[in-house]
T-cell receptor, first 114, second 111 residues
Framework: NAGVTQTPKFQVLKTGQSMTLQCAQDMNHNSMYWYRQDPGMGLRLIYYSASEGTTDKGEVPNGYNVSRLNKREFSLRLESAAPSQTSVYFC?????????????FGPGTRLLVL | DAKTTQPTSMDCAEGRAANLPCNHSTISGNEYVYWYRQIHSQGPQYIIHGLKNNETNEMASLIITEDRKSSTLILPHATLRDTAVYYCIVGHTGTASKLTFGTGTRLQVTL
């Protein structure tokens, strides 16, 4: 069981470039999430997907798009990267009993936008 | 979702119990208390959660006051590997529970 995996681990982009962060889970979880964490801050929710085929905005969705490709995979796309998007991005999944869902996190993708 | 208040940092000697407090005075009846920790830039790790009763697992114990306005996470025998940022979060029931992470408590375990 790999749990939650994320690719790439590190990425450097120039302003205006686009990229997709990939996330996959092998725990058969229904729900998946994307967070960002800026230095010295807590995690902030970007988007989440309660189940396959659905996505919803979180606290900081501007500048991002997501795709729930199937039950396993949830990708995050930056269409036109900006320096303000320099951050560590974490993907998570959950699927326990409703109301007691615990989230399992991936190792993160460190993104630097120049 | 209810907000939480935690001390910015705490120290604990190795082998001693670490008691991490959390205030959540605006918690509603169907909100759970969750604890996660983040070890040096890794992804957060789930520790424990509870609704109103005290809970214990292999990692920690969670003590929730009777009025549910505060809780304490207890690491019974802290080790150096427990040095991390600990997040206390309250969350609603339902699928895709959205967790709001604050800045947490930075626990430093020392020799």
């Amino acid at each position: 069981n790999a749990g939650v995996t994320q690719t790439p681990k590190f990425q450097v982009l120039k302003t205006g470039q686009s990229m997709t962060l990939q996330c996959a889970q092998d725990m058969n979880h229904n729900s998946m999430y994307w967070y960002r964490q800026d230095p010295g801050m807590g995690l902030r929710l970007i988007y989440y997907s309660a189940s396959e085929g659905t996505t919803d905005k979180g606290e900081v969705p501007n500048g991002y798009n997501v795709s729930r490709l199937n039950k396993r995979e949830f990708s995050l796309r930056l269409e036109s990267a900006a320096p303000s998007q320099t951050s560590v991005y974490f993907c998570a999944s959950s699927g326990g009993t409703s109301g007691q869902e615990t989230q399992y996190f991936g190792p993160g993708t460190r993104l630097l936008v120049l | 979702d209810a907000k939480t208040t935690q001390p910015t940092s705490m120290d604990c000697a190795e082998g001693r119990a670490a008691n991490l407090p959390c205030n959540h005075s605006t918690i509603s009846g169907n909100e759970y208390v969750y604890w996660y920790r983040q070890i040096h830039s890794q992804g957060p790790q789930y520790i424990i959660h509870g609704l109103k009763n005290n809970e214990t697992n292999e990692m920690a114990s969670l003590i929730i006051t009777e009025d549910r306005k505060s809780s304490t996470l207890i690491l019974p025998h802290a080790t150096l590997r427990d040095t991390a940022v600990y997040y206390c979060i309250v969350g609603h029931t339902g699928t895709a529970s959205k967790l709001t992470f604050g800045t947490g408590t930075r626990l430093q375990v020392t020799l």
